[in-house]
């Protein structure tokens, strides 16, 4: 009896794309017990019967040397049949991960994915004599297209344990697969392909780094616009036109008092979602139509992005940069998902290693990156000064984020590794598979993280109404003017700028600044603190301890870079 | 003929070599190795990033970008 299928195989060999052919539309990503490793698993139909099927992370070998190896191997102990996807331009690579899943004794299926691109790259692979040799079925496919998939369906059953490999060290392995190797592979003359060009474009420094920074503003305009789309035209519609009568109503029936302030708004009878700090209003408006548009939209081009191989030779080209302030090329992706909405950006500092670069890479991105949001506010409120302005604020945070990382590597504890990661071939993504890729981020989003954002809106929304944010506003105003030379007001701006940070730089223009003071407030904005939402997002990240450590750091920088600032820009 | 042995991370831009040896832990070497990077084979510096970053070398069908300190570790005979 077969009830759970489990695909493995090395990373970027189309393992998620054989599995989304597989599975119907019904697939959940979880995480794996104890760690944050995502996998996805679904169900398929096999004679009639429903079977469980497991995407494990991609993996070299059954030694693990990271984490998520480890959870691949785990998964294999109640596997009843594994499917083992190989890439078949890279066959010598991949057999060794083969030869140990044979050694396991489980059933096993192999499968030839990536099959169409052998007769580009003049590779010839005799199957029947694989098959003959391993002792277990082959199949090949090209899982983009669907080829082949029909006939590893119908070749599960048998599946089957290998009598003709024996358990052994790595060295006879690798001696077996070399045997193995020249039986079923003749490898003819390789043409250098348009592919390789550009491999090489995006890899050397000179062409690869302009290359790198038009791809990044096209991805962000691409964000940009997909996220603005769905903010104002769709998601925000719905809260206009349907959403907001209904609460209108909710809210008469309610009357005024406690009640309503908390749920609704501060002022009776007036709904502003972006304002009026009601549970049901803002709390749900600044999750679902502020956030989650750009979340869908930055998941998206990742997913395009990750899938089409560029992000490793991203890493590449910025591994120099990011090592000297202690992570490596890998933390340009939190930076980069922060500069859309700082909530992504902290859930990716997950796809750092160890503790030392998730601290650093988690508190660089609350100190020195502004969200979306919050650069088009700076630009609305500097633009009409000149460019130059806006300059000046950018500037200072390269300044902050550069410095600020080298005092942590230095400061941190703890093992901060190199880069080491595979570059794969450029490849077509599969739609299919960065739909689903994107859905399921969403989906892990809306779960985790929106009910953060709704309690964080809840304590604000307290604090505001028994006055408290108020009188803190006033408490700050002292250290706004002897400290910063800001006027005393923008005191209230920095503490509504946890709630929002483009509503915070939008409350500093009626305080009639000179240009000078609102680079100083603009910068100051962005350090000081991260918003509600990425601040729940970081504890749960960080955990509290590290959290503590990791906000006295904003804050004191926020200081020391006030004043540096003040003196710098206003001489005084 | 003479040959020259020398660390991966002396290699120029588009150089190749055979490896030789690979210094450091068997943890290591069992990363190296899996990725198809084992004595014998040989390797080609694909590019170098400036500032000590990192090498991208390729090995086989396959590609990898590596930290200098690792490149370091792995010794070729130039060819």
């Given at each position: 009896?077969?009830?759970k299928?489990v695909l493995?195989?090395?990373?970027?060999?189309?393992?998620?794309?054989?599995f989304?052919?597989?599975?119907g539309a019904?697939?959940i990503?979880s995480?794996?017990?104890?760690?944050t490793?995502?996998?996805?698993?679904?169900?398929?139909?096999?004679?009639?019967?429903?079977?469980?099927?497991?995407?494990?992370?991609?993996?070299y070998s059954?030694?693990p040397?990271?984490?998520?190896?480890?959870?691949?191997v785990?998964?294999?102990e109640?596997?009843d049949?594994?499917?083992d996807v190989?890439d078949?331009?890279?066959l010598?690579?991949?057999?060794?991960?083969?030869?140990?899943?044979?050694?396991?004794?489980?059933?096993?299926i192999?499968?030839?994915n990536?099959?169409?691109?052998?007769?580009?790259?003049?590779?010839?692979?005799?199957k029947?004599?694989?098959?003959?040799?391993?002792?277990?079925?082959?199949?090949?496919?090209?899982?983009?297209?669907?080829e082949?998939?029909?006939?590893l369906v119908?070749k599960i059953k048998?599946?089957?344990?290998?009598?003709?490999?024996?358990p052994?060290i790595d060295?006879?392995?690798?001696i077996e697969?070399?045997?193995?190797?020249?039986?079923?592979e003749?490898?003819?003359?390789r043409h250098?392909?348009?592919?390789?060009?550009?491999?090489d474009?995006?890899?050397?420094?000179?062409?690869?780094?302009?290359?790198?920074?038009?791809v990044?503003?096209?991805?962000?305009?691409i964000?940009r616009?997909i996220g603005?789309?769905?903010?104002?035209?769709?998601?925000?519609?719905?809260?206009?036109?349907?959403?907001?009568?209904?609460?209108?109503?909710?809210g008469?029936?309610?009357?005024?008092?406690i009640?309503?302030?908390?749920l609704i708004?501060?002022?009776?009878?007036?709904?502003?979602?972006?304002?009026?700090?009601?549970?049901?209003t803002?709390?749900?408006?600044?999750?679902?139509?502020?956030?989650?548009?750009?979340?869908?939209?930055?998941?998206?081009?990742?997913?395009?992005?990750?899938?089409?191989g560029?992000?490793?030779?991203?890493?590449?080209?910025v591994?120099?940069?990011?090592h000297k302030?202690?992570?490596?090329?890998?933390?340009?992706?939190?930076?980069?998902?922060g500069?859309?909405c700082?909530?992504?950006g902290?859930?990716?500092t997950?796809?750092l290693?160890?503790r030392k670069?998730?601290?650093?890479?988690?508190?660089?991105?609350?100190?020195?990156?502004?969200?979306?949001?919050?650069?088009a506010?700076?630009?609305?409120?500097?633009?009409?000064y000149?460019?130059?302005?806006?300059l000046?604020?950018f500037?200072s945070?390269?300044?902050?984020?550069i410095?600020?990382g080298?005092i942590?590597?230095?400061i941190?504890?703890?093992?901060?590794?190199e880069?080491?990661?595979?570059?794969p071939?450029?490849?077509?993504?599969s739609?299919?598979?960065?739909i689903?890729?994107t859905w399921?981020?969403i989906?892990w989003?809306?779960?985790?993280?929106?009910?953060?954002l709704?309690?964080?809106v809840?304590?604000?929304?307290i604090l505001?109404?028994?006055g408290?944010?108020?009188?803190?506003?006033?408490?700050?105003?002292p250290?706004m003017?002897g400290?910063?030379?800001l006027?005393?007001?923008?005191?209230i701006?920095?503490?509504t700028?946890?709630?929002?940070?483009?509503?915070?730089?939008?409350?500093?223009?009626?305080?009639?600044?000179?240009?000078?003071?609102?680079?100083?407030?603009?910068?100051?904005l962005?350090?000081?603190f991260?918003?509600?939402?990425?601040?729940?997002?970081?504890?749960k990240?960080l955990?509290?301890?590290?959290?503590?450590?990791s906000a006295?750091?904003?804050i004191?920088?926020?200081?020391?870079?006030?004043v540096?600032?003040r003196?710098?820009?206003?001489?005084? | 003929?003479h040959?020259?042995?020398?660390s991966?991370?002396?290699?120029?831009?588009g150089?190749?070599g055979?490896?030789?040896e690979?210094h450091?832990?068997?943890?290591?070497?069992?990363?190296?190795n899996?990725?198809g990077?084992?004595e014998?084979?040989?390797?080609?510096?694909?590019?170098r990033q400036?500032?000590?970053?990192?090498?991208?070398?390729?090995?086989?069908?396959?590609?990898?970008t590596?930290?200098?300190?690792?490149?370091?570790?792995?010794?070729?005979e130039v060819i």
């Amino acid at each position: 009896m077969i009830k759970k299928i489990v695909l493995m195989g090395n990373p970027n060999v189309g393992k998620s794309v054989v599995f989304s052919r597989l599975t119907g539309a019904k697939v959940i990503s979880s995480n794996y017990p104890g760690t944050t490793i995502d996998y996805s698993k679904g169900k398929m139909i096999l004679d009639g019967k429903q079977v469980e099927i497991i995407d494990a992370p991609g993996t070299y070998s059954l030694e693990p040397s990271n984490k998520a190896e480890e959870v691949a191997v785990k998964m294999l102990e109640d596997a009843d049949v594994i499917i083992d996807v190989i890439d078949s331009t890279n066959l010598e690579r991949n057999l060794y991960l083969t030869l140990e899943l044979l050694e396991r004794n489980i059933p096993i299926i192999i499968v030839l994915n990536l099959w169409d691109e052998t007769k580009h790259l003049g590779i010839e692979i005799d199957k029947d004599e694989l098959e003959r040799i391993l002792n277990v079925p082959v199949v090949t496919t090209v899982a983009l297209t669907g080829e082949g998939i029909k006939e590893l369906v119908s070749k599960i059953k048998k599946a089957k344990t290998s009598e003709k490999i024996k358990p052994t060290i790595d060295e006879g392995r690798w001696i077996e697969i070399g045997s193995i190797i020249k039986k079923v592979e003749k490898i003819g003359h390789r043409h250098h392909t348009l592919r390789d060009r550009i491999n090489d474009l995006t890899i050397k420094p000179l062409t690869g780094i302009p290359i790198a920074i038009i791809v990044i503003f096209f991805s962000f305009w691409i964000v940009r616009l997909i996220g603005e789309f769905l903010s104002v035209n769709v998601i925000g519609q719905i809260f206009e036109i349907v959403y907001k009568p209904l609460i209108m109503d909710f809210g008469e029936w309610l009357g005024d008092g406690i009640a309503y302030q908390i749920l609704i708004s501060q002022d009776f009878g007036v709904v502003e979602f972006t304002e009026s700090l009601g549970m049901l209003t803002t709390g749900l408006f600044v999750p679902l139509a502020m956030v989650l548009p750009y979340i869908i939209a930055f998941y998206f081009m990742l997913s395009i992005l990750e899938d089409s191989g560029y992000l490793p030779r991203l890493a590449t080209l910025v591994d120099n940069i990011f090592h000297k302030i202690g992570m490596h090329g890998y933390g340009i992706i939190p930076l980069f998902l922060g500069l859309g909405c700082n909530v992504p950006g902290c859930l990716a500092t997950r796809t750092l290693e160890t503790r030392k670069q998730r601290f650093i890479a988690a508190t660089l991105l609350a100190i020195a990156i502004p969200c979306m949001a919050q650069m088009a506010m700076i630009f609305g409120i500097l633009g009409p000064y000149g460019i130059y302005y806006i300059l000046l604020v950018f500037l200072s945070l390269i300044i902050i984020y550069i410095t600020v990382g080298l005092i942590l590597n230095r400061i941190i504890k703890g093992p901060s590794p190199e880069i080491f990661l595979e570059i794969p071939p450029y490849r077509r993504p599969s739609f299919n598979v960065i739909i689903k890729k994107t859905w399921m981020r969403i989906k892990w989003f809306l779960k985790e993280a929106i009910p953060f954002l709704f309690v964080g809106v809840l304590i604000i929304n307290i604090l505001y109404t028994v006055g408290f944010l108020q009188w803190l506003g006033n408490a700050l105003a002292p250290i706004m003017e002897g400290l910063f030379g800001l006027p005393g007001g923008a005191s209230i701006a920095m503490v509504t700028g946890f709630l929002r940070k483009d509503l915070a730089v939008g409350m500093l223009i009626p305080l009639n600044m000179a240009p000078l003071q609102l680079v100083i407030a603009a910068t100051m904005l962005t350090v000081y603190f991260p918003c509600v939402a990425a601040f729940a997002v970081l504890v749960k990240e960080l955990g509290i301890k590290d959290m503590i450590k990791s906000a006295s750091i904003m804050i004191s920088t926020a200081l020391i870079v006030g004043v540096i600032l003040r003196f710098v820009l206003l001489g005084v | 003929m003479h040959r020259k042995t020398a660390s991966l991370v002396h290699l120029n831009r588009g150089d190749s070599g055979r490896i030789i040896e690979i210094h450091g832990g068997p943890g290591f070497r069992r990363r190296l190795n899996v990725l198809g990077v084992r004595e014998g084979q040989i390797v080609k510096v694909v590019s170098r990033q400036p500032l000590r970053g990192p090498l991208t070398i390729s090995v086989g069908y396959s590609q990898m970008t590596i930290g200098r300190g690792m490149a370091h570790k792995i010794i070729v005979e130039v060819i």
